[in-house]
């Protein structure tokens, strides 16, 4: 009954490849993001929806597109993988309000 | 822009003795948040503060805001190999986003 779930752990791949990360959340929350953690585990947020909106969409390579399906849903594809896009990628969601985030276990995003 | 700068970023802790991790911010928040992190983990949630002089504790750690100087000082009592991790503060910022710190690695050495 994992609470927010990412799939796959561990993505090793060459450049120029495309790429997806899938990530669910079954809490009911109606905002989920997605965060890059650089190897300095430096952590800066990427993108946010709010019931299927995008709400957050920060200085982000136009390679990296977001999508939800649904509001238990975002779903991060990466096209024209570039060597610095090796990170550990982060799912999280939360409730409106003050309540903490909640984050999946992140991608581990390694570029050959 | 919010920016939120924590201190020190590393941190040697001997066991049995008291320290704390400091967290400055820039512009004023409703809310603040400690994590934890493990190596190769996820974050954890530890503690929510809402209000000036909101203060929560949960075993050796004890945090505390200060929305007047815009601080927040996480409080680690006779430290214990098992905190060893990275801390991280995140101040929140309009209603969803979160800008956090770069974390404070932690290490209790015997």
């Known amino acids: 009954d994992t609470a927010v779930s990412q799939t796959p752990k561990y993505l090793v791949t060459q450049m120029g490849n495309d790429k997806s990360i899938k990530c669910e959340q079954n809490l009911g929350h109606d905002t989920m993001y997605w965060y890059k953690q650089d190897s300095k585990k430096f952590l800066k947020i990427m993108f946010s929806?709010?019931?299927?909106?995008?709400?957050i969409n920060e200085t982000v390579p136009n390679r990296f597109s977001p999508k939800s399906p649904d509001k238990a849903h975002l779903n991060l594809h990466i096209n024209s993988l570039e060597l610095g896009d090796s990170a550990v990628y982060f799912c999280?969601?939360?409730?409106?309000?003050?309540?903490?985030?909640?984050f999946g276990d992140g991608t581990r995003l390694s570029i050959l | 822009e919010l920016k939120v700068e924590q201190n020190p970023l590393f941190l040697s802790m001997q066991e049995e003795k008291n320290y704390t991790i400091y967290c400055n911010y820039s512009?004023?928040?409703?809310?603040l948040y400690w994590y934890r992190q493990d190596p190769g983990k996820s974050l954890e949630s530890l503690f929510v503060?809402?209000?000036?002089?909101a203060v929560k504790q949960e075993g050796r750690l004890m945090a505390s805001l200060d929305t007047k100087a815009r601080l927040s000082t996480l409080h680690i009592t006779a430290a214990v190999h098992d905190l060893s991790a990275t801390y991280f503060c995140a101040v929140g910022e309009g209603s969803y986003q979160l800008t956090f710190g770069k974390g404070t690695k932690l290490s209790v050495i015997p």
């Open positions: 999280a969601s939360s409730d409106r309000g003050h309540q903490p985030q909640h």
């Open positions: 929806y709010n019931n299927k909106e995008l709400i």
């Open positions: 512009t004023t928040s409703d809310r």
């Open positions: 503060l809402l209000s000036n002089g």
